[in-house]
Every structure is written in C-alpha cells, then in structure tokens.
C-alpha cells in the first residue's frame, strides 16, 4: 500500500510543478512545421503526420540534451538515471503538442477535407493547442484573468502571424 501511495504523492507533485512552456512551444512548432510543409510526394497526409512528429521528437530530444547538458555544467556530475528520466518527462510537452496536430491531418479525410483543407485544419489544431496550453499555464500559477487574457492573446497573435506566414506562402 505504501508503494502505491508514493506513486500518487509523486503524480500529485508533477502536476502542480507542471511547466507547460513546452506545449506552448510544441504546439507553435507543429504550427510552423504544418505551414512549412508546402508540396508533399505521394502520400501527404502520412507524409505530414511523420513530419509532425519526427520534428517533435527531434526538438523533444534537443530540450532533453540542452537541460542535461547545461544542468550539467552546473553541478560538473555525469547525469543519473534519475535525471535523465526528468528531464525527459519536463520536456515531453514539446512531443505531446505535435499529437493533436497529427491526428486532425489523420481524420481529416473523415471529414471530407482535400488535403489544403486537411493542413488548415492541422494549423487550426495547432494554434488552439498554443493558445489553450498557455491558458492553462496561466491558470496553474495563479494568473489573474487579465494576464491570462493577456497571454491568450499573444499566443493567439503568435499563431496568426504563422496563418499570415501560411498565406504569404501561398501553401
């Protein structure tokens, strides 16, 4: 029973020293992946949902690094399993954001969207994740309703200027 307790006392404690800077961050970069991804080959669906994720990880990875390595330089001690492993859990909101993206390119069909609206609708996905993760922050730490209103806002400005970016693209 003690186990189990421990366990529940450790997600408790993730959760209120939860950081969702990284989701922020993810669900901007999938936005940007979204209106970079122009002319797709064969399969551009499959092809967009890879990209999502593969550049997820590969920036969930470069966090992990860059943590590790400064945390490192700090305290000049080679990093424990322990370490590791947080560092991998603080920084996986930046993966986590890149899988709403991906699902609405994978339903899209479902929706009888063609692949320009299928892209629309992953960017959309994208900037709400942006704007929603920034909320919750927000609301974690006890903003006021104006900073949250605030911070909805810049990320909602933020996510524009990537739909101007979409649009002067002419993806």
Avoid at 75 to 89: H, K, N, Y
Wanted: proline fraction near 4%; charged fraction near 20%.
């Amino acid at each position: 029973m003690r186990r189990t307790e421990d366990v529940a006392a450790r997600r408790s404690e993730r959760r209120e020293h939860a950081d969702y800077t990284g989701a922020v961050y993810g669900s901007m970069l999938a936005a940007s992946v979204v209106v970079g991804a122009g002319s797709l080959g064969r399969f551009p669906r499959v092809e967009l949902i890879v990209l999502l994720l593969l550049t997820g990880a590969v920036f969930w990875v470069a966090h992990v690094h860059a943590t590790l390595f400064g945390e490192r330089l700090v305290e000049r001690t080679a990093p424990t399993r322990r370490i590791v492993l947080r560092a991998c859990r603080d920084e996986w909101p930046i993966l986590k954001a890149a899988i709403p993206p991906a699902v609405a390119v994978a339903v899209s069909p479902l929706l009888g969207l063609d692949m320009a609206g299928s892209l629309w609708l992953a960017l959309s996905v994208a900037i709400a994740g942006q704007v929603g993760w920034s909320v919750a922050a927000a609301r974690r730490v006890g903003a006021s309703w104006r900073q949250v209103g605030l911070t909805a806002t810049v990320n909602l400005l933020l996510g524009l200027l990537i739909v101007a970016f979409k649009l002067l693209l002419k993806h």
